[in-house]
């Protein structure tokens, strides 16, 4: 190659470098003037269990549940009022696998949420118990519908007589994990009379038959003051999906919607739960994302072509073997960088939907301005690797709060951690498709000067 083709491949390289540090800027910003809803600003969480909202409920098989729920809220926090994001549990409305408000991909998403200033609550609701019957798992989708109301009524009512969890109700996102976020969809975007389910007589006179079982006479009663005249400024979706399609009406929402391709228990199209044919059908995202679009619902979407169901943690709902050998090989029950790019996802639609209401605390700009950027200076090995890579961290960022974070060609997160250690650091991507990624080394530090941007290529 001669020496006029080697300069013209340096300049497309340095130009591509100037692109990559300005598609990364907003991100560099973020980090020199952390934001609160945004960036994980709070090193502690504090956890409060096992929380009273309604009485002991009678199931409709005979048994009772107490209804409680677990708090998630940063911890030292001075605000008086704080967004509260409400995250209920998937588990196919059974008690068995005994999945509750505990279960970890609740967990993983409430502590990271917390982390960035938002409270969020954890509730358990009514299950049956037994064999898995039509009859049995749409009961028991309208019976935890009006447990999740009783939730609503409740909240509203500490709101106005204490506000011991000093909530924001009109900064409140209401969504789930599967079963979870079936409830958030179903119940809270769209049934708001008895009359939205005349498209089928069997749901509707199950709705009827649920709410008498409550002592409720009409049912109307509380759907047209659904959630106590609670709004949610916003819906989370993890893998969730529809009763029917009919159920679509025109609304003003927003919907989050995670979902994996290969989701064997709520099929990405359409199909029955778990693949059992004398479960109710169920209608996925491939089928009602465009479907809300046309309704007037905003929507944001990650779809993952080679995920499977609740995508934030490993597969083992749905191939064992492959969550096992993932598990054996990182360690870790989440698919960090899914967890860590919803995360992202999650907290930015919510802090878009409260009108971006952090103030930064410096001039980013000018601060950004004032960095040193240093490319390719890393002691990063092995790179190219398999996916697992040891960082070296500098001397100018040992033992100080620092961000690494991932970027694919286009710019998307794909994982991101923050550590303190003084020397290495090891992350495993093993769990990510083959190619170039960017990736980020900086300190919270506003004082520190020094940002690493490192190639990285997996093979």
Same mark, same amino acid.
Not at 224 to 246: E, F, Q, R, T, V
Not at 311 to 326: M, Q, R
């Given at each position: 190659m001669n020496s006029k083709s080697t300069k013209y491949i340096d300049k497309l390289k340095g130009l591509a470098l100037i692109f990559i540090l300005s598609a990364f800027s907003n991100f560099l910003y973020a980090g020199d003037c952390p934001k609160r809803y945004i960036n994980p600003i709070f090193k502690e969480v504090q956890y409060s269990a096992a929380l009273k909202y309604g009485p002991y409920k009678k199931n409709t098989d005979g048994t009772h549940t107490w209804l409680i729920y677990d708090v998630y809220e940063p911890k030292n926090d001075t605000l008086s009022?704080?967004?509260?994001?409400?995250?209920?549990?998937?588990?196919?409305? &059974?008690?068995?696998?005994?999945?509750?408000?505990?279960?970890?991909?609740i967990g993983g998403m409430a502590k990271a949420l917390a982390e960035r200033g938002y409270l969020v609550i954890s509730p358990d609701y009514r299950l049956f118990r037994g064999e898995q019957t039509f009859e049995k798992m749409a009961e028991t989708i309208f019976a935890a519908s009006l447990d999740i109301n009783e939730l609503f009524c409740y909240l509203k009512n500490d709101v106005e007589n204490g506000n011991q969890h000093k909530?924001?109700?009109?900064?409140?996102?209401?969504g789930g994990s599967s079963a979870g976020a079936i409830l958030a969809l179903n119940y809270g975007l769209f049934i708001d009379d008895i009359s939205d389910l005349d498209f089928n007589p069997i749901y509707?006179?199950?709705?009827?038959?649920?709410?008498?079982?409550?002592?409720? &006479?009409?049912?109307?009663?509380?759907?047209?003051?659904?959630?106590?005249?609670?709004?949610?400024?916003?819906?989370?979706?993890?893998?969730?999906?529809?009763?029917?399609?009919?159920? =679509?009406?025109?609304? =003003?929402?927003?919907?989050?919607?995670?979902?994996?391709?290969?989701?064997?228990?709520?099929?990405?199209? &359409?199909?029955?739960?778990?693949?059992?044919?004398a479960l109710p059908k169920l209608i996925g995202p491939g089928i009602f994302i465009d479907k809300f679009r046309a309704a007037g619902i905003t929507v944001e979407a990650d779809i993952y072509d080679d995920k499977f169901?609740?995508?934030?943690?490993?597969?083992?709902?749905?191939? =064992?073997?492959?969550?096992?050998?993932?598990?054996?090989?990182?360690?870790d029950i989440y698919d960090r960088p899914v967890l860590d790019s919803t995360i992202y996802r999650i907290s930015h639609f919510c802090y878009d939907l409260m009108g971006k209401p952090s103030e930064q605390s410096c001039d980013s700009t000018l601060l950004f301005n004032k960095k040193n950027v240093l490319t390719n200076q890393l002691n990063l090995y092995p790179n190219p690797s398999n996916g697992i890579f040891n960082i070296e961290i500098p001397k100018s960022l040992s033992n100080k709060a620092n961000d690494i974070t991932i970027y694919d060609s286009n710019g998307k997160i794909i994982f991101n951690t923050q550590t303190n250690l003084e020397a290495n650091i090891k992350?495993?991507?093993? &769990?990510?498709?083959?190619?170039?990624?960017?990736?980020?080394?900086?300190?919270?530090?506003?004082?520190?000067?020094?940002?690493?941007?490192?190639?990285?290529?997996?093979?």
């Open positions: 009022l704080r967004p509260v994001i409400i995250l209920i549990h998937g588990g196919s409305f &059974t008690s068995f696998p005994p999945i509750d408000r505990k279960s970890p991909d909530i924001d109700l009109n900064n409140l996102f209401f509707k006179n199950i709705m009827l038959k649920v709410a008498a079982f409550d002592g409720i &006479t009409d049912a109307n009663s509380i759907l047209h003051h659904k959630m106590c005249g609670i709004i949610p400024k916003g819906y989370l979706s993890i893998s969730g999906a529809l009763i029917d399609s009919n159920i =679509i009406k025109p609304k =003003i929402a927003s919907v989050y919607q995670l979902h994996g391709k290969m989701d064997l228990a709520l099929p990405y199209t &359409t199909g029955y739960p778990l693949g059992n044919p169901h609740v995508p934030v943690i490993l597969p083992f709902g749905d191939n =064992i073997p492959l969550a096992i050998e993932l598990l054996l090989k990182t360690g992350i495993n991507l093993s &769990t990510i498709s083959k190619g170039m990624y960017w990736m980020i080394l900086k300190s919270t530090d506003i004082k520190v000067k020094e940002i690493y941007l490192q190639k990285v290529s997996i093979l």
